[in-house]
């Protein structure tokens, strides 16, 4: 882009990092064979692939045999419920929890379920986006072959228990996945620790490139391949597999593992910053946790505004911010996530989501917060 903008939109997508463009180059100079030929070419890009896996399953604390890549994150969420529905019709288990803001990816993959007959419980998450333990073991059936809740929400950044959700899990003997593609990258996360079984991840939203993301599958968990084809990623995902955005989505996860303790300390910085100068603006409402949140998530409504009217005039004054999911905009309905926390229509629809990284500055922060003012004030006017 040759103007200078304010890009704030982080949990939409990120800039790609020097370290993931320098990956992919390489791969597509270097490496360009296809993993599956015999010979060196397809061998060397093969080796690629290889090494992408052991960085990124070291960093999520499993085994390289344990992570499938994938194209994105939806594929991944798809193709994890998919797979658990499947094994759990096949033992008379056809009830699956989940909660009512879940990532679209989720929910229209168990809305398609509950056509199949299955049974569907989506977990209330009350006022701050945080569903509570007790109710969760309470939902347990016996016929429940799976649970998925969120790692962190991509609206409000509320951030769930997760290791305890997957304890009760395990308890019981359910599946429990986590859509973790806020939180991989900006949250330690070590899915043996944490109890995870299967966990979704984007590498858009930690500095690396679209188009490629991963699902964790503990060993012994069967997945159903999504794609008919060839027998790439063992058999689990057919397709050519997409060598410089593995290696690229690689060498951006392992920075931000790497400097992820002082990248939190600066963006949190800044989203203290920014939640301080926006609650100043009157009729303004923080949706979510006050503290417990994604480092750089910040949701605010305004009251009397248009969530999607006062995101168009910052982006006149260059400032890229969102009302909420990018794959919801245009939409004429209010986010699903602010109505699940209990939330008017109206309100809803006045929220806008300001999404931060460690490229973003306190200037930037400044900024912003002066040209929200200006356009809350003319929207309340008009
Ligand atoms: N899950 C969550 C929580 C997300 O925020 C997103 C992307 O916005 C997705 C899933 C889908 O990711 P992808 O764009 O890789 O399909």
Do not use: W
């Not at 509570?132 to 998925?148: F, G």
């Not at 109890?195 to 690396?208: Q, R, V």
Request: charged share 25%; hydrophobic share 40%; glycine share 8%.
């Amino acid at each position: 882009m040759s103007e200078k903008i304010i890009y704030a939109d982080n949990a939409a997508t990120t800039k790609m990092s020097a370290a993931a463009k320098e990956a992919m180059l390489r791969c597509i100079d270097d490496y360009y064979g296809n993993p599956s030929s015999l010979h060196r070419a397809g061998q060397a890009a093969l080796k690629e692939v290889q090494g992408a896996r052991e960085t990124i399953s070291a960093l999520l604390g499993c085994d390289a045999k344990e992570l499938t890549f994938t194209s994105c994150a939806s594929e991944a969420d798809n193709q994890a419920i998919i797979s658990a529905a499947k094994t759990g019709a096949q033992n008379g288990k056809k009830h699956i929890i989940s909660t009512s803001f879940e990532h679209h990816a989720v929910l229209k993959t168990l809305e398609k379920l509950k056509d199949e007959g299955f049974y569907i419980t989506l977990l209330n998450v009350h006022e701050t986006g945080v569903i509570r333990p007790e109710e969760l073991e309470k939902a347990i059936r016996p016929d429940t072959c799976l649970v998925s809740v969120m790692y962190a929400n991509n609206e409000i950044g509320s951030i769930q228990p997760i290791e305890e959700a997957g304890r009760l899990c395990h308890e019981k003997g359910v599946l429990f996945h986590t859509d973790a593609v806020q939180a991989v990258g900006h949250i330690p996360i070590d899915v043996k620790k944490q109890n995870i079984d299967m966990l979704s991840l984007s590498a858009h939203k930690f500095h690396g490139p679209k188009g490629i993301g991963a699902l964790y599958a503990k060993k012994g968990i069967l997945l159903t391949s999504l794609i008919n084809g060839g027998e790439q990623e063992r058999g689990k995902r057919a397709g050519t597999e997409n060598v410089p955005a593995i290696a690229a989505m690689a060498a951006a996860l392992k920075e931000e593992c790497e400097n992820m303790d002082e990248n939190t300390v600066y963006v949190k910085a800044l989203r203290e910053r920014l939640i301080f100068g926006l609650s100043q603006i009157k009729g303004s409402v923080l949706n979510g946790e006050r503290y417990d949140r994604l480092a750089g998530n910040v949701n605010f409504c305004f009251e009397q505004t248009d969530g999607e009217m006062l995101s168009l005039l910052l982006s006149e004054k260059g400032i890229c911010i969102s009302t909420g999911s990018a794959c919801a905009s245009g939409s004429p309905e209010p986010s699903h996530v602010l109505m699940a926390l209990g939330r008017s229509r109206s309100i809803a629809k006045s929220a806008v989501r300001i999404s931060l990284c460690r490229y973003n500055t306190e200037d930037e922060i400044d900024c912003i917060i002066s040209e929200v003012r200006k356009a809350v004030e003319k929207l309340r006017r008009s």
